[in-house]
C-alpha cells in the first residue's frame, strides 16, 4: 500500500470556524490532489500540487486553499467552514499513471 | 456538465457469473481511462487502466474494453466473486493520469452468493 495518511479522520466543526486538512505521504511522489466525495456525484478534484509551492485549483475550489511546503506534506484549508462543505475529503499522490488515495477524513459542519 | 458518466447507480450479480459495469465519456481529449474500486470508510484503490492507443487490456479476472468511436468503456469481471462488491468507479485523462482526473459518480457492484 502507498504510504498515505490523512489526518484527522473525523471531525465535526461548527460553521463559520476554520478547519485545516492535513495528508501525508512517504512515497515522495511529485504529485498530490485533494477530492471530496459526495453522493451523486463521485469523486470531484479540490486542488491538487505538482511540486513544492506549486498547485492549481480544480473543478470545486471555491471555499478552499492549500499549501505545499514540503513534498511530504498537503494541507486543505477551508477559511469559514459550510455546511455545504460537509463530505468526504479524500488526498490522493501520483508520480506516473496512477493515482493512489488516502483512507479519508470525514468532516461535519453544524 | 458530467463529463464522465456511470449511467447505473447500481447492479447486482449472482457469483460466478459475468459482472459489466459502464461508463460514458464525453471530452476526447481524455486518452487515459481508469477504474478505482472502493469499500466502505476507505479510499478507493486502483483496479485497472487503459490508454486510448487500445481498446482492450486484461488484469487477471478483470479487463477493462474502451470503444474510442462511441466515447464508451466497460470492465469486466469474470468470474465475479462476494468479495467484488463494492463501489466502482471510472475515471478520465487527458494527460495519462498524471493531473487532473475526471470521476464518474459511481456504480454499486452487489455479488449475490
Known amino acids: 500500500d502507498a504510504g498515505i495518511t490523512q489526518s484527522p479522520r473525523h471531525k465535526v466543526t461548527e460553521t463559520g470556524t476554520p478547519v485545516t486538512l492535513r495528508c501525508h505521504q512517504t512515497?515522495?511522489?511529485?504529485?498530490m490532489y485533494w477530492y471530496r466525495q459526495d453522493p451523486g456525484h463521485g469523486l470531484r478534484l479540490i486542488h491538487y500540487s505538482y511540486g513544492v509551492k506549486d498547485t492549481d485549483k480544480g473543478e470545486v475550489s471555491d471555499g478552499y486553499s492549500v499549501s505545499r511546503s514540503k513534498t511530504e506534506d498537503f494541507l486543505l484549508t477551508l477559511e469559514s467552514a459550510t455546511s455545504s462543505q460537509t463530505s468526504v475529503y479524500f488526498c490522493a499522490i501520483s508520480e506516473r499513471d496512477e493515482q493512489f488515495f488516502g483512507p479519508g477524513t470525514r468532516l461535519t459542519v453544524l | 456538465d458530467q463529463q464522465v458518466k456511470q449511467n447505473s447507480p447500481s447492479l447486482s450479480v449472482q457469483e460466478g457469473r459475468i459482472s459489466i459495469l459502464n461508463c460514458d465519456y464525453t471530452n476526447s481529449m481524455f486518452d487515459y481511462f481508469l477504474w478505482y474500486k472502493k469499500y466502505p470508510a476507505e479510499g478507493p484503490t486502483f483496479l485497472i487502466s487503459i490508454s486510448s492507443i487500445k481498446d482492450k487490456n486484461e488484469d487477471g479476472r478483470f479487463t477493462v474494453f474502451l470503444n474510442k468511436s462511441a466515447k464508451h468503456l466497460s470492465l469486466h469481471i469474470v468470474p465475479s466473486q462476494p468479495g467484488d462488491s463494492a463501489v466502482y468507479f471510472c475515471?478520465?485523462?487527458?494527460?495519462?493520469?498524471?493531473?487532473?482526473?475526471?470521476f464518474g459518480t459511481g456504480t454499486r457492484l452487489t455479488i449475490i452468493p
Open positions: 512515497e515522495n511522489h511529485r504529485y
Open positions: 475515471a478520465a485523462s487527458g494527460n495519462f493520469g498524471n493531473e487532473k482526473l475526471t
